[in-house]
């Protein structure tokens, strides 16, 4: 084995010999790929091989739509047999949600490109006539999907990496990751140590082991899945022997289980709930290529379901029940990317469909590695989306996510296990109000607040449900009068020093703000010039080591801001940077009685001439000291952002409602709060502003200072701008009935795909539903007919100008 490499990547799965494969295929030849024991040996040899193309995720849909299309063509290029059965997938549905479900899918399939039909009865009883029709409404028919075989696709990615120059070794454990004085990785083995570039951790079920061994937390602990396989089934095999071809692999979602043949027999796959997570605290010296004792009991609910549903199955005899460790996340999606803290480390962990998602996963993080960023947007699977989770937190949340593979995936779901956990000290408060919680980033956050008498619960639908009209109210209360919106989950950074604004320069887009209490809203770009990063930049006066800036972005963004900080800090110690997120609560005070609110309690002068739209100032509000109110905010109203010690919170929950209750101040959630920034057609990290799209495709110009000097995008922006921006932000006004678009909507025009939403909802005050979205810039014209597709029907659109609601600003300034 060589003493250096560029990279090494741990683990012989699918995932880690994907990765090995990608980073060969881009010309890296000194790579190197190191496994305990042998290829496939920890949960790939055991998986079903099923190829789900059904995603609700834009990001994660492209991966395993990339997956299904490198498999075609694995065998010809290594000549490395895979066994791919494309016998296509048919999801069945006995509800009209579950239908709604489908619908809502394709809209994401269609902006991806991924074939799939919505078919009747009629047509599931053609395509599975061994099926009893019973219950059934109808189907989701993905033509494309299929099977194939783990151990056979892992051995054809390394044949083909080794083809390109990578190297293989088994048998060589990992003991331990060091990093030398010259700042390389050393990776110590049973077979001596190797030093290198970069390192790939796809170590499956020794994921928390491997990471450990450099200091990180991650949340990817395995959980039991189980499996049947029969004997031959005679009425399947009289089937197949009449001639006809392989059935489509069956998913009856209603009853939370998958079904194929296997050699004349089946396959039954259930997600059970009371499967348990395994291998919390490392997997046993003694596991090995091992399996665990089938549990038929817990089985037997989706046996006696798909007995109903499929009668012969009935008469196919047990064969096998495997029981094989299956790695799992807190949120179900894969830990694909950059490593929290750590120089050239990364992650491809957590893949409970590994091998769906290990070409595409392999794929990105390549492209990752060699180019950069990513090609596809994978916020989705970032290692850094779920912070710091405990053993304990992430085991019960990963069965949950187990439990949860089948159920109906609602765009509002908030799925309860481990809450709360994180709450802000006006938790009790707002509860006692009668908030309805929803989480971001692990911190409870008010989504609604039900009116005195009504149900306190999420009626979940993909049509408008129980709280359309109680949003409707907490909008009106902040157009027309006041509320009062609770935030502290925002992230929160403080930057000091001699080097702080050269620091903060070459880091974003826009210029940093020179005079004390000036504000800008700043982008950090990905060398294609689309948005990694958005803050809210304020100067502070001076501290001791010089210019002093509080920084706030995303509280989902916290730890994928604060190692990009981190990761860009200037070594000469120049620059201070502090993480302020939870030293400081955050209330927003919005509406047109928000001054009159607010100098009841502040000691500084708040009229419009001393404290003007887009500047900070520090003051003491009631009892708070140091409070830091900006006057912006994501609501488009008059209003402040009044981030205070979080120690002062309930006092100052307390007097701001009392200091109110003469103007009849409201609470307002996020839904609201997501409701009114729609209605100003603003941006939202994440979803609006997000790695496929560049800041000018975004709208972003009066943010971006391309005459300032280098920034890291600039140049791909000074491009595209040569060469003609392909896409154009827009807002778009849609014709709906029950339905309102929630982001992934494909927009057409004479039949075509011309653009996709990425958020959606009803503007209550101005009373449209409306999207928010990019469109071909060709015909991206305001007042230009189109139709956006909401669930299963085009429903008319049109493009209107921005900000439907006060475009003039007039409202902010006031």
């Given at each position: 084995m060589k003493s250096h490499a560029r990279?090494?990547?741990?683990?012989?799965?699918?995932?880690?010999?994907?990765?090995?494969?990608?980073?060969?295929?881009?010309?890296?030849?000194?790579?190197?790929?190191?496994?305990?024991?042998?290829?496939?040996?920890?949960?790939?040899?055991?998986?079903?091989?099923?190829?789900?193309?059904?995603?609700?995720?834009?990001?994660?849909?492209?991966?395993?739509?990339?997956?299904?299309?490198?498999?075609?063509?694995?065998?010809?290029?290594?000549?490395?047999?895979?066994?791919?059965?494309?016998?296509?997938n048919l999801r069945l549905a006995t509800s009209r949600d579950r239908m709604d479900e489908y619908r809502n899918y394709q809209c994401t399939a269609e902006t991806i490109g991924v074939e799939s039909h919505l078919i009747g009865v009629e047509e599931i009883k053609k395509l599975w006539p061994l099926a009893a029709m019973d219950g059934l409404v109808g189907a989701l028919w993905h033509p494309t999907d299929g099977h194939i075989a783990p151990v056979d696709v892992t051995m054809a990615l390394a044949k083909g990496a080794r083809q390109n120059g990578a190297e293989i070794h088994q048998q060589t454990?990992?003991?331990?990751?060091?990093?030398?004085?010259?700042?390389?990785?050393?990776?110590?083995?049973?077979?001596?140590?190797?030093?290198?570039?970069?390192?790939?951790?796809?170590?499956?079920?020794?994921?928390?082991?491997?990471?450990?061994?450099?200091?990180?937390?991650?949340?990817?602990?395995?959980?039991?899945?189980?499996?049947?396989?029969?004997?031959?089934?005679?009425?399947?095999?009289?089937?197949?022997?009449?001639?006809?071809?392989?059935?489509?692999?069956?998913?009856?979602?209603?009853?939370?289980?998958?079904?194929?043949?296997?050699?004349?027999?089946?396959?039954?796959?259930?997600y059970e709930k009371g499967a348990p997570a395994r291998f919390a605290d490392g997997v046993p010296a003694s596991f090995e290529k091992d399996l665990f004792p089938g549990e038929l009991e817990r089985l037997m609910p989706h046996v006696e379901a798909c007995m109903a549903r499929v009668p012969s199955f009935e008469n196919a005899g047990i064969k096998d029940i495997v029981n094989g460790p299956i790695a799992y996340t807190p949120d179900g999606n894969p830990m694909v990317g950059p490593?929290?803290?750590?120089?050239?480390?990364?992650?491809?962990?957590?893949?409970?469909?590994?091998?769906?998602?290990?070409?595409?996963?392999?794929?990105?993080?390549?492209?990752?590695?060699?180019?950069?960023?990513?090609?596809?947007?994978?916020?989705?699977?970032?290692?850094?989306?779920?912070?710091?989770?405990?053993?304990?937190?992430?085991k019960l949340k990963n069965e949950e996510a187990?439990?949860?593979?089948?159920?109906?995936?609602?765009?509002?779901?908030?799925?309860?296990?481990?809450?709360?956990?994180?709450?802000?000290?006006?938790?009790?408060?707002?509860d006692a109000a009668g908030a309805v919680f929803g989480q971001r980033f692990g911190w409870e956050r008010p989504n609604w607040f039900a009116p005195a008498g009504t149900e306190r619960k999420d009626v979940y639908s993909f049509r408008r449900s129980n709280?359309?009209?109680?949003?409707?109210?907490?909008?009106?209360?902040?157009?027309?009068?006041?509320?009062?919106?609770e935030l502290s989950a925002f992230s929160k950074f403080e930057v000091e020093g001699p080097g702080a604004r050269a620091f903060l320069d070459r880091l974003v887009a826009n210029v940093i703000p020179k005079k004390l209490g000036g504000i800008t809203l700043a982008h950090a770009l990905n060398p294609s010039g689309s948005v990694r990063s958005e803050f809210t930049v304020s100067r502070l006066a001076d501290g001791l080591w010089g210019e002093r800036f509080f920084l706030i972005s995303s509280g989902a963004a916290h730890d994928y801001d604060l190692d990009f900080l981190q990761k860009n800090l200037p070594r000469d110690g120049s620059v201070i940077l502090k993480d302020a997120t939870t030293q400081y609560g955050v209330f927003v005070l919005a509406g047109p009685n928000a001054r009159k609110v607010l100098e009841k309690l502040a000691d500084a002068d708040v009229s419009n001439a001393a404290f003007p739209w887009l500047t900070m100032r520090e003051m003491t509000v009631g009892f708070a000291p140091g409070v830091r109110a900006l006057r912006v905010n994501f609501v488009g109203s008059l209003g402040w952002e009044l981030h205070h010690p979080i120690e002062y919170q309930n006092h100052l929950y307390d007097a701001l409602m009392e200091a109110g209750r003469a103007f009849d101040i409201g609470l307002a959630g996020m839904r609201a709060m997501d409701s009114l920034r729609l209605e100003k057609s603003y941006r939202l990290w994440g979803t609006d502003l997000n790695a496929e799209n560049s800041a000018l495709e975004a709208g972003l110009n009066r943010f971006v200072r391309l005459?300032?000097?280098?920034?890291?995008?600039?140049?791909?922006?000074?491009?595209?701008?040569?060469?003609?921006?392909?896409?154009?932000?827009?807002?778009?006004?849609?014709?709906?009935?029950?339905?309102?678009?929630?982001?992934?909507?494909?927009?057409?025009?004479?039949?075509?795909?011309?653009?996709?939403?990425?958020?959606?909802?009803?503007?209550?005050?101005?009373?449209?539903?409306?999207?928010?979205?990019?469109?071909?810039?060709?015909?991206?014209?305001?007042?230009?007919?189109?139709?956006?597709r909401v669930l299963d029907q085009r429903r008319p659109a049109r493009i209107i100008a921005e900000s439907p609601y006060d475009p003039e600003n007039a409202a902010l300034r006031a």
């Open positions: 990279v090494v990547v741990i683990g012989g799965g699918v995932n880690g010999v994907s990765v090995l494969y990608h980073l060969a295929k881009k010309g890296w030849r000194d790579v190197v790929l190191l496994e305990r024991t042998e290829l496939t040996a920890g949960s790939t040899w055991h998986a079903a091989g099923l190829l789900p193309l059904f995603n609700m995720s834009y990001s994660v849909g492209q991966l395993h739509q990339y997956s299904v299309e490198l498999y075609k063509k694995l065998e010809a290029e290594t000549g490395q047999a895979v066994s791919f059965h494309q016998t296509g454990e990992v003991t331990g990751i060091a990093r030398s004085e010259s700042l390389e990785w050393i990776v110590k083995t049973t077979k001596g140590d190797i030093a290198c570039e970069h390192v790939v951790c796809a170590t499956g079920n020794y994921a928390r082991t491997t990471a450990k061994m450099v200091g990180l937390e991650i949340p990817s602990i395995p959980v039991e899945h189980q499996y049947i396989v029969t004997d031959v089934d005679p009425v399947l095999k009289d089937y197949r022997e009449a001639g006809n071809a392989e059935l489509p692999i069956l998913r009856e979602s209603d009853a939370q289980y998958y079904f194929r043949e296997e050699r004349m027999g089946w396959i039954l796959g259930p490593a929290f803290g750590l120089p050239n480390f990364w992650l491809s962990e957590g893949h409970s469909f590994g091998i769906t998602a290990a070409g595409g996963g392999g794929w990105q993080l390549a492209e990752w590695m060699v180019e950069g960023e990513p090609t596809v947007d994978m916020i989705g699977v970032d290692p850094r989306r779920f912070g710091v989770v405990s053993k304990n937190f992430a187990y439990a949860h593979v089948f159920i109906i995936h609602y765009p509002m779901e908030e799925r309860p296990g481990c809450r709360p956990a994180k709450a802000p000290p006006c938790y009790d408060r707002l709280w359309f009209a109680p949003v409707g109210n907490e909008v009106r209360t902040i157009r027309e009068n006041v509320g009062l919106i005459n300032k000097g280098a920034f890291t995008g600039r140049d791909a922006l000074v491009r595209q701008q040569e060469a003609g921006v392909p896409n154009t932000y827009c807002t778009l006004e849609i014709d709906a009935d029950d339905a309102d678009p929630f982001g992934n909507e494909p927009v057409f025009m004479d039949g075509e795909v011309v653009g996709r939403g990425t958020a959606g909802g009803y503007g209550h005050y101005v009373g449209k539903s409306l999207m928010l979205g990019y469109v071909r810039s060709d015909v991206a014209e305001v007042g230009r007919e189109c139709e956006v």
